[in-house]
């Protein structure tokens, strides 16, 4: 049974999100707060699998209460729910430490998957905000490897030499040997392994 404490500043969200969230799912609402200062006071107090967090609220908002959570040590997951998905709203609730970020307009199904997904410690992002997010940190689009770069660099990343790249792709050594410079400009990087080590950092391998 997950427990769950809904922060809303409006009794009707909170009633209708009460009314959902039934044992009959798997669910308790343990309890409810109006604005932020009530959700960190609460959820301190019952100790919540999954806090759902709206963002803005009176007296302190919802990233606000997050970060003070986090500060805390409060174990609480928070999946933000709110109708906000502007850079402004998502960017600063993820840095402050939301686990999750969904839209009020997301069907039921999607709600209970993604508050179980988060009361397991799983970052859960509704399809528009993840584009905000990775647009955010994945940086300027002609910084972005091509398809054939991330080949080579894969290839590189295997032990290939330049010219077991080339045979392997079809292609010539002085292209590869291209590839790989474009690579290391656009990761910043003078060297193979450096290469082969930011992309791995970065997801790309």
Do not use: C, W
Request: charged share 25%; hydrophobic share 45%.
């Amino acid at each position: 049974m997950i427990t769950i404490l809904v922060a809303d500043d409006h009794p009707v969200v909170r009633d209708g999100l009460r009314g959902i969230f039934t044992p009959d799912e798997g669910f308790t609402v343990v309890g409810e707060a109006a604005d932020g200062a009530e959700a960190i006071a609460a959820t301190e107090r019952l100790r919540p699998d999954v806090v759902l967090m709206d963002l803005r609220m009176p007296r302190v908002g919802g990233v606000e209460a997050i970060r003070r959570l986090a500060a805390l040590g409060n174990p609480a997951r928070i999946l933000v729910l709110t109708t906000y998905d502007t850079d402004s709203d998502v960017v600063p609730a993820v840095e402050a430490g939301a686990t999750g970020y969904l839209l009020k307009d997301a069907p039921r199904a999607e709600l209970f998957r993604a508050v179980r997904a988060t009361a397991r410690g799983e970052s859960v992002l509704s399809p528009t905000v993840a584009s905000r997010v990775l647009g955010r940190f994945r940086g300027p689009a002609e910084d972005a490897l091509t398809a054939r770069e991330i080949e080579v660099l894969s290839l590189v990343a295997q032990g290939y030499t330049n010219r077991e790249a080339a045979k392997e792709l079809f292609l010539s050594e002085a292209t590869v040997k291209t590839h790989l410079l474009h690579v290391y400009a656009k990761l910043g990087v003078r060297d193979r392994a450096a290469a082969v080590a930011v992309a791995y950092r970065r997801g790309l391998l």
